[in-house]
């Protein structure tokens, strides 16, 4: 009964895991070696400033987080946040909500600002209540929507954070690598992604970036990190350079070969001419659906270039439509989630699969499923 | 400057990761496909299943945490216990610090029995506090001391949970695998180990186990689980089998590939036979230490096979030494933890590690480091 797992090959056009490239899957294959090895420890440092790199920060406190990214929007929540403190939570999609309920655990006292699942933050309800709430702490918001398509003014919430004196938290999971992003010109106080979209890896570790702002925070908090896992003036002794590294946990070394490996390869290609291949992919993808007569979710101008939300075709059972996608076409688009369940597919065209040979095939598959 | 990186080559006789076989390591290099894909679907009740055989349990809630074991024990805590809660926990070691500490942060009431670093856990110390403690809810211990190299007496101390009506929480990073486990039989309510230690995978996974009794305490539970991450009752929607899987995170596909493969592995030379290959093992360098007049910090009869905590020759600085085999001879051995610092090595035969050719070059490279 049991034997090796031999996965199907897959164009992975969902809202991630997206296509891993062969040398990041060879890099994860190269031999393990200790997590408090000297070479290791320089390899981590190394990491560290490819981190950097990608988030356009100096920040001291960047770091993969050893967890998919919901451990690490968590990290930064219990990091930043303390029972009592209030916090204005944008809501606009399934990430945002998350938000909130992570909030709430933390015993924070937590500020809603709605907005339709499938349109942008809206900015001036966000100083309105910001406005409304001058001891407000912290400022959440989603850069890159996943559950709805949606890009948000992220330099614009973060300045209101500053005026307001909030810190800001940013979930740019989606967005890492496939946008503009500025982590350091937009004044972003803690920024957290994942590995599995635009930066082409395998799931499993969360790129962090923290500014010294929130380094102080955490220095000055009343309580403790809940979490010790998470708790970062203790992840800081491990990944804080100097040589010295006090042991916190044991890090997934191989999952960091592989993040190495695609941060190269990124840097390779250019962070801008990444961004924009996305803008132009999406640009091809767009005139492609609009000729299949398939409408967006999200008004032009707030759409992700990376992952776009579409109405379910007429007469397309959702469930079916996948399945056929999947299993006649080896192309794996992604359901709607929450109210969006069984009226959207959410399209994407993350890091190594947003090229112009996926928009193609997916036509090709559309094209079978809609009998045209 | 940046370039890929190539690890050394290195004989893994640490605390862990231990060595890992190309079989795991290229099942890692496999290509990634979505977490929610029916196959994938389909394989983590594969995984599921083999996790069920190590841990010698048929509890429905098995699974890989998607983190270290450090994960996996924080998220055994914050289901188990609630603010308030009494809990009793064994100190013998670094690990039941961290249990102590882990408790605290949830606010829980803790109770601490504690030894000596480098001894069993004192079986009647626990019953007596269990006594004078009737309204102690959990008893936690760890089964294998990763700091120290001691092994307590996990059967007996899960029976003293039972008879005092607690839930019993094990620490099993390092013996899961490498010597005899039975959750099931010991009547174990949570156990939780990790991936690169007795299974030889590369660190980063966390796999758990619960019994009935612990899944009710979680759905009785009067608070929320602070962590949303590693709330159970939302992670079982995940993993819970049936076909339907809720999103909850994105599960580290390319990780639990290599999981996959190293339990096939394991069942293939059979748990029975690894558990004596760790024992004679271990007997093969025990003769060689000795021989060399190195000494075990743990007495005979309270050592665990798979990890020796030895003193440091006379004569030879810590660091240096361990410096000298890892570069003269490419072979990692494990410093003291705590107190421990400076005084011991730890010396790792776990896994692919556990075989007579490492126990031959560690001899050499201690000949060579004692001039002998």
């Not at 946008?179 to 937009?186: F, G, H």
């Not at 299949?292 to 075709?313: C, H, S, Y």
């Amino acid at each position: 009964m049991s034997q090796s797992f031999l996965p199907p090959t897959r164009l992975l056009m969902g809202p991630g895991p997206s296509n891993v490239p062969k040398r990041v899957l060879e890099a994860m294959a190269r031999p393990t070696i200790g997590h408090l090895d000297p070479v290791f420890v320089a390899f981590m440092d190394e990491l560290k400033g490819l981190l950097q790199w990608v988030f356009r920060s100096d920040n001291t406190l960047t770091l993969p987080v050893s967890g998919p990214g919901t451990a690490g929007m968590e990290a930064c929540f219990v990091n930043l946040l303390e029972p009592g403190d209030k916090i204005v939570v944008c809501r606009n999609g399934a990430f945002g909500q998350r938000m909130v309920e992570m909030s709430e655990r933390i015993g924070a006292e937590v500020i809603v600002v709605d907005q339709d699942w499938g349109r942008a933050v809206d900015r001036e309800a966000v100083a309105r209540t910001l406005a409304e709430h001058p001891d407000a702490r912290v400022l959440a918001f989603v850069h890159a929507e996943t559950s709805t398509g949606a890009v948000s003014d992220a330099a614009a919430l973060a300045a209101l954070a500053i005026e307001h004196d909030c810190l800001s938290i940013m979930d740019c999971v989606t967005s890492l690598g496939g946008m503009t992003l500025e982590v350091d010109d937009w004044g972003v106080d803690a920024a957290y992604s994942g590995t599995q979209k635009c930066l082409s890896c395998p799931p499993g570790l969360s790129p962090v970036t923290l500014s010294e702002r929130a380094a102080e925070k955490i220095r000055a908090r009343n309580y403790p990190v809940q979490s010790w896992f998470m708790d970062f003036s203790l992840v800081m002794n491990y990944w804080g350079g100097g040589g010295k590294r006090a042991y916190h946990h044991t890090a997934p070394v191989n999952a960091l070969y592989g993040l190495h490996e695609a941060l190269l390869i990124l840097k390779e290609e250019g962070l801008e001419s990444a961004w924009r291949r996305h803008a132009e992919t999406h640009q091809q993808l767009k005139r492609m659906l609009e000729g299949l007569g398939i409408e967006f979710v999200v008004p032009e101008g707030e759409r992700l270039p990376q992952l776009n939300a579409v109405r379910i075709p007429a007469g397309i059972d959702d469930a079916e439509g996948r399945r056929y996608l999947l299993e006649e076409h080896g192309i794996e688009v992604g359901a709607g989630l929450g109210p969006l369940a069984g009226k959207i597919w959410r399209i994407g065209l993350m890091g190594e699969t947003c090229r112009p040979e996926s928009v193609t095939r997916l036509e090709q598959g559309l094209r079978g499923l809609l009998g045209r």
